[in-house]
Structure formats: C-alpha cells, structure tokens
C-alpha cells in the first residue's frame, strides 16, 4: 500500500459549507484524452454539444488529445495534455512560444478516457447511466463524462484556486453538495479520496492512503509549472507529442505511481528510483535507464511541493472495471422497486420486470426483461423474452427477429459500429456475464457462462477455429478468440451469427460461422467507428423523442418539451420534431392540445434563431399566413397546420424571419385558444322581457376588484389545462362605483359610441351607420373596439353578413343603440377595469334590446367577448366586479370552460374590520405589461417546472386564502397575500417596478400584506394593514420617501351590492 504522509483535512468545515447554489468552476480549458486519433473528431464534437447545452462556459477551451503513443501512461498523457493547453493559451495570449505564464489565472480540466471498455464502444466516459433531470436546460442522455464533469465543476472545483485539474473517467463517482475542501494558503497538489480497497489500487494505479482511494488530483499553478516544465527535458519530453514528433522514444509515466509519488515526504530518493517502495512490494529493480532517467527528473522537480489529501467519506467511488456483472451493478444503482425507463418509449410497460432499466429506446409490443437486465441504445420489435442478468446494446429493429423464440439469460449481446478502410459495416458481440475476458481457456476461462470445453463439445467449434496454433495457451483467452463474424460471400453479419452459439451442433451455422471472417474483441476495439456509433445513438435519442411529444401532448401531460426542444435545435434534429408537432396539431381533436402544438412549434423556431433576430413578442398579421390563419378561423385544423407548415419552410434562411415565423405560429395559437374559450358559450342564456322604451336608458353601474390570491389561474389557457381558483373581493373605491355604462334605443339605425368619464369628459366619440365601421372590433387600440365587439357579441349586430348594419338595426329592433361607457380608474389600474366594463356594456345592451342576463350568463360572455377583441383574458375580473362581495371562482381542467362561483360569508364585524385595514394606494405608474401576458403564456405552453409548480401553489395558497376569510384573520390573509405576491412574480418577472419595490419596502412594517393588482407592472397597490384607518399615516410615510411620484391613497370598501341596473327615463344631456 502507498502510504505517503499527508495534510489531512478530514471533516473540518470547508469555507464552501452551505453554498450550494453558488456558481461552479469556469473553466478556461477542458481536455479529453483519448487512445486513438480516429476517435478525436467524434470525442471532440461531443464536448463542443455539451458546450451548446451550456454544461460548459461559452468562452471555455474545448481540447480532444490523442495520447502520443498508446503506452505512455497516465502521467505521460496528463503532461501531454497539460502542454496541449499550455500551447493553446500561450497562442490566445498572443506568444509565439509555450509559457507557463498563462497557467496563473487559468482554471484547467483534463478528463482522461483512459483504456477500452468492452461494454461500450465509446468507452467509460461515454457509457449512459439510468438518470434524468427533470429540470435540466436541455433534454439529453446522462453519461458518465457528464456526472463527472458537473461534479468536478460544481462540487469538487468550486472554490478551487487557478490550477490544474485531472480526473479519469474510469469511475461512477457521488460526491456531497459540499464536500468541504480547504484551499486555505494552499500550495502544492491535492488528493481527494474516497473510500476504497488496497486490492483495486494495487490493480488500477490509484492513490492510496489507509484504504482511502482517489482518481482525481489537483495541482496548483506552481506545481503545474514545474511540471509543463519537464516537457523540454529528455526522457519526459518523450512522453508528449512535441517528443515523438523529434524522434524520442516514448516512456511509460504513471499519475500516481511517479509523478504524484515523488512528492509525498516519506518515500527517499533511492527506492523512488528504483520503482520500489515497501507498502507496495518489490517493484521492477531492472527498469530501463530512461525509466529511471525520467523519475530523477521528476524527482528534481517535484520533490518540495507539499502532497495532501481532502477526505470526502460521504462520497463514493465505484470504478468500471471489465467485469459484466460489476457493470450491471452499476447501470442498475440505485436499485429502484420499478423499471427505470429513461429516455424510451415502451409500448408494454408492464412486461418490464422490478430492478431492470432501459434506456434510450424503442420497445415495441411485447418485451420482457427480467430483473438484473438493462437494455441501452436499442429499438426492439416483440415478441422478444430477456431474462435475468443481461445486456443489451446497440440492438436495431431489423435485428428483433434473431430474437424471436429465445430467452436470453446471464448473457451480453452486443451491436457495434466498425470502419474498415472505407467501409462501414455493423457487427455483433455475444458473451456470458461470468465470463472473464483474460482468463486461459484451458484453466478457468469460460464462454457463454460455460467452460470452453463444454462449449467446443457442443458446437462443434475446435480450438484451432478460433486461435492460431503457435497461440501460447496463457493467450489463449476470450479476448483473443476469433468468434465474432465480420464478413459473409453473400450478406451482412447479424445477431443470429453469433446467437447460434448458444444452441447445439448445427451444420448449416457451424459452416456458415467458418467460412465467415471473424475478429476476436480485442481485433475489434481497432476498428470500432465512435462517430457512427455516437450518430445512431444521438438518432434513436430524437427517434424515441418524438414518441414522447406525442405522449405528452396527447396525454395533457405538464411536462416541458422545452429542454427537449433546445436539444434538437442544437444538434440538428429540428426537422423530425417539427413533423411530429405538425401531425399532433393536425390531428388533434381537442383544440387545447393543437394550440399547445403550434406553441411548441414557435419555441422550435425561436430556439433556432439562437437568441437573435428581435423579441419574440411583435405583429402577426403578414398577409403570407393570411390563408392558414383563415383555415383555422374555420375549424379546418388540419388544413390550416398543413397551410402553416407550407409557409414555414418560406421563414427559415435567418434568425429575424425565424423569429417572425414563430410570432405567427403564436398568433395561430391564440386562434385555437379562442375557438377553446368559446366552448364557454353554452353557458351564456338570455330570456325575453319587454324592451325598455326609445330614449329611455338602461344603466349599469359595477363595483372594481382586488384580487387576493389565485391570479394567473382563471387565464386560458391555464384554467381549462390545469384548472383555476381565485378569491376575489367587490370594492367601492373613495365610497364609489367607478365603473359603467348606459344604453338606449334611438330612432336612427346607427350605433352612437362613446367613452370617458362619470363626470362627463368624452375621450372617444363615434357613430357606426355601416359594417365597415365595425371591422376593426377586433382591434384592441382601435377607437371603441370593445364596444363594437359587444354588440356583435351580443347579437344585435352580425358580422360578417349580407344585410347592411341599418337593416339589421331597423328589422330587429326598429332603430340603433346608443351607449356611453365611464371609469374613473386610470388605465392600467389593474383593478379589472375592461373585463368588468364589458360585463356592464353587455348587462346594459341586453336589457335594452329585450334580453335578460343572469350573472352568470355575463361572466361566460365576458369571456367570449374578450376573445373575440383578442386580449385573451381570464375570468376572475368579471366573477370580481359583477359578484358581490368576497367570493372564490372556480374552473376545471376541461372544455368546455365553465366558471363556478362560491360567495365567502363573513361576519358583519369583520367585514366592517377589513374595510378598515383595506387601502388602495396608486403608484404612479402605469401599467405596460402588452406583452406580459404573451410571455407567461408561452411559458405555461412550455410547460417550464417552476411554472407548473406555481400554478400549483397558486391554487392551493387561494383554498387557504378563503379560509383565513372565514376564520377572520387579518394576519394569515396578510401571509396569503404576502405569498400571492411572490406567486406573481415567479409567474410573470419583471412586473414589479423598481419604484414600486420602494414604495413596498416603505409600506412593510405598517401592513400584513401587500400586492400590486392584477397582473402588476404598475396600476394600484393594495394594502391590508396592522392599524385600522391608517390613510393619513402612510401618506405622510409615502410622503418622506425617495423617487416616488403622482402616488395617491385610496379607501376601499367591499361592495356587498354588486353591480346594479337602473332604467332611467331619457333627457337630453345624455
């Protein structure tokens, strides 16, 4: 054992203690080392993914390194490695020679893939472990190289000085949030151990200490020099490229047993030399003169730089060894109770045994696995029967029927990708899980979990079929054996090639696998083809997503497509998702599900213009998607996501006409949201009564609303996908109704509009004598847009239509309308002010045409009507200002939409104590939140977790707001509306103000709870006090605080009325 005298750190507590969410290392370089040049570009591409999924700094050094010669070890490929990044930076510096000058202030990781894995052929790093996060950026396969790389980035490298970083990727390492490592005053290099054997370091070249074992090293920028240093001096030099490129001979170096040894205190200069050390045993006492030449170099140069250890005994350190079943063991930790199917699509489910895993693939029908067996890269066709203790790999459909009718058992079965000269061919690998690669055939070596003698029995295979007879028997192993079929006179190889072997002697096989060329594993591994092996995985990946699109799609499932989405986009793949999502919207038959469809289609788009090209919220109304978006209108889904596709393909050649493709995607969207919304109508009734005379006016008067929790839910399409619940309050602002409209019949056929005040200030002013007039209703800004849509809304008015607008007028109610409409809110108040104003316009429409509207024919309606002025609102404004009192709305997730509505009873006491704490106070801004809306709708269609998680929260913080109203607390509905506001945020950042979050801070100590209304972004702010009638108090507060302007203080009262109707003879000031 090597035992070298250490600073231990132990479990002292590290200055990283608790700070697990601070930002983990930026690396300036990272290198992979690989054994093969062929395999740089494929490696190296790999990073550069993982650089576009942002797992690594956009400005971080990608390097790929092919070791110099495959025997130099891994100290001669951490030193080549270290030069390789030495280089690159001295280059970026602008030097024209390699200095260590740039390793002061860089942070550098090396990642050594080390030797071949038999288990995959892109070796351990690449090896897919059964882990998925759910809360990833983007959407891919976890493999080893990517548990390590954020575990050296964000748990070990935190708070590491500049240095220099190796890691082997030979591991399946965990490690603790903070593993509490002490840089303090650190020189030298560092150790971190974890818990292991004496027996695999002796066998694997690791670092040990008292049974405590580690893979990974940390040098400091000091060390680090000393060591680029050797680079230049003979025999080292020979262990980097720069060496073998002037003729050197390579040497062997190993990490831990020379460079890492000469530095710990109790080894002495000799037994260094010589190899030997006495924990360890006799060490090579004939080594050759450049071995030893190359250890008193480093001798030289290490020798004072302090070695020491950090201990993380949480941690644990699971190496990869060759052996099947360990390998089987580690796929399947931690061992769960269920299948673990990650990144697959499984038909059958229920034919997946307890502790088996799968992972990205395709299972069709009927697929057993039994416990103890993993399935990886792989699209099977049942009816295919896998027992206990196998792995399958690589596997292709068209290699489903080898397996029909066999139960595998204990059994590795193998496709790999191979390159020979040009071409490219699959072949197939057939062990047994107990089988070991090295041991001789005629000791204790088997095959297929037999001993080779009962093999040859019973194939009928000989020994001189698979070795060459001057084979020595200590090499005559399962390595070495020629059974693997690579070439065929006629056909390419297949499963059943190498499947045959476990049955019985059969002429037709045994002479087929004769005359085939074969290769043993070990002839293999030089002809394995990373780059298409990578290829066919990264395939089947997008392969098996499509089936999860539709998955989650069809199923109404709240998991986000985003991250999935920002992985086709970046490798390509974009094309396949895009014809998925076209057929879902197309054949959708529910409308929430197609207009959840076109949304994933707009983040497609806007995730391929790569965060250019503009804002993603703009106009939509280019004339191109004129005919889609008329499909739609129609009902004619699928011919108008055909029509979108066509047009599509015309916005795609750079990111400003991608972004503006995804606008009109979201524009189609909102035509399906609508259509979804108008399912409300069924529940909007009327009846008849007798219509109130010419001239004589029908007035509506309606109280505002606050909203106390649950905003955000009630908005379509949130509420009808996830289903909605808000409290909302009836208010009097300063003793007043501040909202309403009035309405009469007038001789003339024309329609007479007008908007403004109470008190008589006219801000529009129009009359409609023709259908023209009304095109533009569904045109928020246009001049009396919501009072045009109201009376098409109401069906006084039909549009489009044959008859002119006087015809229609003069035939159904023997003349026109003229309807005047007032708030004395500011615009953007976020007290509900157009919602409820619809309700009040159409309230008073309806009467005067002979109509009579419940309450909650006019919350349906408001909804209807919103839709068709496209502001696409929710409900809780209405249910607001046209219930009265305090009371909660309810919606469920389903179509059609339908709004329940519960009053909340409280006692008269505490509802004269809440008019006391209740305070309105306008902050002086107005609210500019056009876009606000569009943003938390495409965040909802993605489906983001913390928006999902919010909805959630929001829902249940509102049943609790309710209850604190009907104990009557004042403190715990100021913790809801405390809660709400954070719930508002999340939902839609950006909507509080810096001027606001000053004026709250200001307000904090003399409230329970605060919240802007509505939406927020600006509007008014609502208070609910500890003091009762605190208005003058908190004026004079509002009055000694900085930066606030054109803030005023109002009193509130719950309206316990509701709105009224009055019919008011005519006059002439109207």
């Not at 002292?12 to 930026?26: K, N, S």
């Not at 700094?57 to 490929?77: C, F, H, K, N």
């Not at 189609?668 to 008849?688: D, H, K, N, W, Y």
């Not at 619809?838 to 002979?850: E, K, P, S």
Request: glycine content about 8%; proline content about 5%.
């Amino acid at each position: 054992m090597l035992h070298a005298a250490l600073w231990w750190e132990g479990q002292q507590p590290g200055p990283l203690a608790g700070m697990e969410h601070c930002r983990g290392v930026d690396w300036t370089v990272i290198v992979l080392t690989c054994r093969y040049k062929d395999s740089v570009y494929a490696f190296q591409k790999e990073l550069e993914v993982r650089q576009k999924r942002e797992q690594v700094p956009r400005e971080t050094i990608l390097l790929t390194v092919e070791d110099p010669e495959a025997q130099v070890g891994s100290g001669g490929a951490t030193l080549n490695a270290l030069l390789v990044a030495a280089e690159y930076l001295s280059a970026q510096a602008g030097y024209t020679v390699v200095t260590s000058d740039v390793l002061h202030s860089a942070w550098i990781l090396i990642m050594h893939m080390g030797r071949n894995f038999p288990f995959d052929d892109c070796g351990r790093a690449f090896t897919c472990l059964p882990r998925v996060d759910p809360r990833a950026h983007v959407e891919s396969l976890t493999c080893n190289l990517d548990e390590l790389l954020y575990i050296m980035t964000h748990r070990l490298g935190r708070g590491s000085p500049p240095g220099v970083w190796v890691c082997s990727t030979d591991m399946i390492l965990s490690v603790p949030t903070n593993p509490e490592i002490c840089w303090d005053d650190f020189r030298g290099a560092k150790v971190i151990s974890l818990p292991g054997s004496v027996t695999y370091a002796q066998d694997h070249g690791v670092y040990l200490t008292d049974s405590q074992v580690s893979g990974i090293v940390f040098f400091s920028v000091e060390t680090a020099e000393r060591l680029l240093a050797t680079h230049v001096l003979p025999p080292l030099d020979a262990c980097t490229y720069m060496g073998l490129d002037s003729g050197a001979q390579p040497v062997q170096l190993s990490l831990f047993f020379d460079i890492l040894l000469c530095m710990a205190r109790d080894v002495n200069h000799e037994n260094f030399l010589a190899g030997y050390h006495p924990e360890m045993g006799q060490g090579d006492m004939d080594q050759a003169g450049d071995q030893r030449n190359a250890r008193a170099v480093l001798w030289k140069e290490l020798r004072d730089q302090p070695l020491s250890l950090a201990y993380i005994p949480d941690g644990t350190y699971d190496y990869m060894p060759s052996s099947a079943s360990v390998h089987l063991h580690n796929l399947l930790l931690p061992r769960d109770l269920f299948a673990q199917i990650v990144h697959s699509q499984v038909e059958k489910p229920q034919f997946l045994e307890e502790g088996c895993s799968v992972v990205n693939s395709l299972l069709e029908g009927e697929v057993h696995l039994g416990p103890g067996s993993v399935i990886q890269h792989c699209q099977l066709q049942g009816p295919i029967h896998i027992g206990p203790g196998c792995l399958l790999l690589g596997l292709d459909r068209a290699s489903s029927s080898a397996l029909h009718g066999l139960e595998l058992r204990d059994l590795i079965l193998q496709g790999h990708h191979i390159q020979l000269q040009e071409i490219s061919i699959q072949v197939f690998t057939l062990i047994g899980r107990q089988d070991d690669w090295q041991s001789p055939a005629l000791e204790k070596g088997t095959f297929l979990n037999v001993p080779w003698t009962e093999f040859f029995q019973r194939t009928g295979i000989r020994d001189g079929d698979i070795w060459d007879m001057d084979t020595p028997s200590a090499e005559r192993c399962l390595l070495t054996a020629r059974l693997f079929p690579v070439f065929f006179a006629s056909r390419s190889p297949g499963p059943q090639d190498v499947l045959w072997l476990l049955g019985s002697k059969s002429g037709d096989s045994l002479q087929a696998w004769r005359t085939s060329w074969r290769m043993s594993w070990k002839q293999l591994q030089l002809h394995l083809d990373q780059a298409a092996t990578l290829a066919s995985r990264r395939a089947l990946f997008f392969q098996q997503a499509q089936g999860k699109v539709q998955q989650v799609l069809e199923g109404r499932q709240d998991l986000s497509l985003l991250p999935l989405i920002r992985a086709a986009t970046h490798e390509g793949s974009h094309g396949l998702l895009l014809t998925t999502l076209d057929q879902v919207a197309a054949q959708a038959e529910d409308p929430g599900v197609a207009a959840r469809a076109l949304a994933c289609i707009a983040d497609v788009l806007g995730c391929m213009a790569r965060g250019h090209g503009g804002l993603r919220s703009g106009p939509a109304a280019n004339q191109d998607w004129a005919l889609a978006f008329q499909y739609l209108e129609k009902g004619d889904v699928a011919r108008g996501v055909e029509e979108l596709a066509r047009e599509r393909t015309k916005w795609l050649a750079r990111p400003a006409l991608l972004v503006r493709n995804a606008r009109h995607y979201e524009r189609a969207e909102q035509i399906l949201i609508r259509q979804a919304v108008m399912s409300a109508c069924r529940f909007v009734t009327t009846g008849s009564v007798e219509p109130p005379p010419h001239g004589h006016w029908v007035m509506v008067e309606c109280p505002a609303r606050v909203d106390f929790s649950g905003g955000w839910t009630d908005t379509p399409p949130i509420t009808y996908e996830h289903g909605g619940a808000v409290v909302d309050l009836a208010i009097l602002v300063d003793g007043r109704r501040p909202i309403g409209a009035r309405a009469r019949r007038i001789a003339e056929p024309e329609l007479r509009l007008s908007t403004g005040t109470r008190s008589g200030e006219v801000f529009t002013k129009l009359v409609c004598q023709n259908l023209e007039d009304l095109q533009d209703y569904c045109q928020p800004h246009a001049p009396g847009a919501l009072l045009k849509a109201a009376f098409i809304c109401a069906q006084i008015v039909q549009l489009p239509s044959s008859e002119s607008l006087q015809t229609q007028l003069q035939h159904g109610f023997g003349g026109g309308f003229e309807l005047h409409t007032w708030s004395d809110l500011p615009h953007g108040s976020g007290l509900g002010t157009s919602s409820i104003l619809a309700g009040a316009v159409l309230a008073a429409l309806h009467q005067a045409a002979g109509r009579a509207v419940g309450t909650q024919a006019l919350i349906h309606a408001v909804l209807l009507l919103e839709q068709m002025l496209t502001t696409g609102g929710g409900w809780q404004d209405q249910v607001g200002g046209l219930v009265p009192g305090i009371k909660m709305g309810r919606s469920r997730a389903q179509l059609p939409l339908k709004v329940d509505v519960e009053e909340i009873s409280v006692s008269a006491d505490f509802l004269q104590t809440l008019n006391q704490h209740l305070l309105l106070v306008y902050t002086g801004k107005t609210r500019l939140a056009r876009n606000l809306l569009q943003d938390v709708l495409r965040n909802w269609y993605a489906r983001l977790p913390a928006v999902v998680d919010n909805a959630r929260a929001l829902m249940r913080n509102a049943e609790e707001c309710a209850q604190a109203f009907r104990q009557g607390s004042l403190p715990l509905l100021g913790q809801c509306l405390t809660r709400y506001w954070e719930q508002k945020k999340c939902m839609a950042p950006g909507c509080e103000p810096q001027a606001v979050r000053r004026m709250m801070d200001a307000l904090e100590p003399y409230v329970y709870g605060q919240s802007l209304a509505g939406a927020g972004g600006g509007g008014f702010l609502y208070l609910l006090t500890k003091e009762p009638r605190q208005k003058e108090v908190l004026e004079r507060v509002l009055a000694k605080t900085e930066g606030l302007e054109k803030y005023s203080i109002h009193l509130v009262e719950v309206d316990t009325q509701g709105f009224s109707l009055q019919l008011l003879a005519g006059d002439t000031s109207a």
